[in-house]
């Protein structure tokens, strides 16, 4: 357990919203963390449940959202996976930059690797580890992917200053770009992005061992990891904007929109060629979903920061600072039976059709009381 920030953004804690050892500028950045997880644990099941008993223009829209994309495009569902790496790279600015500063480069350096392997650990045990069988590990997942993203982005952030993140940003995007468009698959050619006939999967399929999560291929795969650092990268470089103290919090504002809105123009402009697609991790996809990302923590910063309106956000930072237990809660507790114990039988029954929202919002609410509960007595899951 833990008391101090934690830079993967994984496991901050949080003692008070005036707390002195935590900068109150990032309160946004915890509350935004907290509404992408809210999505996650919760949020999302109540909208389908609803949406099997009813058909309402709001309910289908936000089916819409809260559903992937079968393969390109994206839809706001799309964007909660990269907004939490963004959100990753941007935590890592100021706790990294405090290590080096108390403790030099070399322990900053030992943080970030066993940091960023343990969270790859502990994605395998998510998974299931060893339960099923050697041949069911699955060596590459959504944590997995987190914890990479965070070791070579925090690799390069204490190795390089701003010029040469910046070079590492677009190399590792239009390298990418050049690997997918021109390597030829065998006996399909290069530049092939759909599903089975690219070279990301292809990779998969020839060197990604064990069990991948769509059958011979896996989202989180091995060379669709290498822009999801991109999108860590590009947290960073925001969060290098928000340290950065000779501007106001308004005029960072400002910037963040102003980028937010150029990277989904260049991305959609980039996937006329390089689609945006989640499941490959394109680097179209890349650049519109961190476009999205800044819009999001501009939005939540200038109402938390500069309107200084936060009572609205507190759910969110009970979930925002502990969003790797209340994560882990969701795999290892059986939340369902929970909430079936305390809402079911005759008191689902009267809900007739909308027993489902009935469960679905429970889970939800007991995910809330969990995450207050853990807030209140000041206990954080740090790695």
């Not at 919203?17 to 935590?22: E, G, N, S, T």
């Not at 997918?180 to 060197?207: C, T």
Request: glycine share 10%.
């Amino acid at each position: 357990m833990s008391t101090s920030p934690d830079d993967t953004g994984l496991s901050p804690s949080f003692s008070a919203a005036k707390d002195a050892a935590y900068s109150p500028r990032l309160l946004s950045l915890d509350a935004l963390r907290g509404f992408d997880m809210f999505w996650i644990v919760g949020a999302e099941d109540i909208v389908h449940a609803l949406h099997k008993v009813s058909h309402a223009p709001l309910v289908n829209l936000l089916t819409q959202q809260l559903t992937h994309k079968d393969w390109d495009g994206v839809a706001f569902y799309d964007l909660i996976f990269p907004l939490f790496v963004f959100i990753v790279g941007m935590s890592l600015v100021f706790s990294l930059s405090r290590t080096i500063t108390q403790h030099g480069r070399a322990v900053a350096y030992q943080r970030v690797i066993t940091r960023g392997l343990l969270l790859w650990a502990l994605g395998i045990f998510y998974y299931g580890g060893l339960s099923k069988g050697l041949d069911q590990v699955r060596l590459l997942g959504v944590l997995q992917r987190i914890g990479l993203a965070y070791l070579f982005a925090g690799l390069l952030f204490c190795t390089f200053r701003l010029r040469g993140l910046i070079i590492a940003t677009v190399s590792i995007l239009v390298g990418y770009w050049a690997l997918m468009s021109f390597v030829p698959v065998p006996d399909v050619g290069m530049g092939n992005f759909a599903e089975g006939k690219n070279l990301a999967n292809y990779v998969d399929k020839m060197y990604l061992p064990f069990r991948k999560w769509d059958g011979d291929h896996d989202p989180e795969g091995l060379l669709s990891t290498l822009p999801a650092i991109g999108t860590c990268l590009l947290g960073v470089l925001a969060g290098l904007l928000m340290k950065n103290r000779s501007l106001d919090e308004r005029r960072k504002v400002q910037w963040l929109v102003v980028a937010g809105f150029a990277g989904i123009a260049l991305g959609f402009i980039w996937g006329i060629q390089f689609l945006v697609i989640k499941k490959l991790w394109t680097s179209s996809y890349v650049l519109v979903a961190a476009g999205f990302a800044c819009l999001f923590f501009a939005a939540f910063h200038q109402i938390i920061e500069v309107w200084n309106f936060r009572k609205w956000a507190t759910p969110f930072l009970w979930i925002g600072l502990n969003p790797l237990t209340i994560y882990l809660a969701h795999n290892l507790l059986d939340l369902p039976q929970l909430a079936n114990r305390l809402v079911g039988g005759p008191i689902n029954e009267s809900f007739g059709a909308y027993g489902p929202v009935l469960i679905t919002t429970t889970i939800l609410g007991i995910t809330f009381w969990l995450a207050h509960f853990l807030y209140k007595r000041k206990i954080f899951l740090r790695l």
